[in-house]
């Protein structure tokens, strides 16, 4: 008999296989090496399970119709239904939804998450669209892919540029076309039509707990450790404000207009308020402005780009003054970057755990849903708290271990765990 495990495969191509894509698959390739997986099982692991790109046409608000390209991806069902945000950027594509799919796989192995992974997105510009034209483009969307969602299914969450009332109209068009009301179909939708407390701000606090941890691990010296935060959208602002309220010091933070900058400490509380009246950072008292790429390279002990993928590339890796980078936004540091970082002293803290925060109260949410049963902010806050130190100890202790950096050791118990359920439920037919 031929043995099949020691044949090199025969790979197909796929449509979803840009750049960004072959990254995330050689990421996969080289863990699976470390690790010495099944080369079956790996080639499994290394395409989407299924993909669907849908038009979305939509009557804007001067009478004329317009059609948008959406997408949803479900990289892997293994573990339970498929899980992950919808984002809405002029830079979506299959391969970044495909990419970002197989992320959340490994986030939701990683944190123990009963999910597979997904992800969503329409490609156009929202801060040029009214509300009733997202309204009307979320709602067709909806309908696009209804066959696919669901609360057995594959369940959204917003993401980029989406946000508690895009769930709320994707919930509403789910329900009114199945005939009942399913809250369940998605998760981070207002706490009103059965959100979950603290899912509004569970990202960035899960990033604020894996900063503490990170820094005790990392033994990153000091009472006040500094901070500085690229972006301050919803992880940002929020991780920003937590770590302020555990005594860290946030010397710097951004926005898409820019950052600003005061090495003895931002009074964060003050810097909220001023945001709600002025809608930017920039002009704060008692800091100086500076660029968002500026913003990266000031001294810091710890760096969260909070923002878009791809803003530490191997151009500006060298000239950062960080001890550690903890990921709040998904992709962040171009795989060069990482690697420069890790032989330059730079720990990195890779995304599928800094914030894994963000899903892991989704899956609260989910729970809750479907109990209808809801608990207390302060036993969500509890409960995300124990998950996401658990998960930092099995990655730093699997990095003590192995002396994989954190990226790679994250990566290496996400796969681990799917590789078992894989092997245990066979392959069909
Ligand atoms: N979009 C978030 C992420 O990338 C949350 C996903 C979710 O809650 O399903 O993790």
New binding site residues.
Partial sequence: MVSVKSAPPERPTMECQTEHFLMAQRQLDEIALEMGLDMELHERLRYPKRALIVAVPVRMDDGTVKTFTGYRVQHDTTLGPA?????YHPEVNLGEVST?AM??TW?CALMGLP?GG??GGIKCEPWNMSVGELERMTRRYTSEIINIIGPDKD??????YTNEQTMAWIMDTYSINVGHTVPSVV??KPVSIGGSLG?HE??GRGVAFCVKKAVAHFKIAGPSPSVVIQGFGNVGSISAKILHEFGFKIVGVSDVFGGIYNPGGIDIPRLLAYITEMGKVAGFAGTTNVSNSELLELPCDVLIPAALGNQITAKNAPNLRCKIVVEGA?GPTEPEADLWLHKNGITVVP?ILA??G??T???FEWVQGMMHLFWTESEVNTRLEEIMNRACDQVFDMCTKTGLRPRMAALRIGVSKLAEAKRLRGLYP
Avoid: C, E, F
């Fill in positions: 899980k992950g945000g919808l984002r970002l992320l959340m986030k999910y997904a992800k369940i959204p969450a917003p993401d980029m998760t981070g899912r569970a990202t998904n995304d914030n894994a963000g899903v109260v989704s899956y």
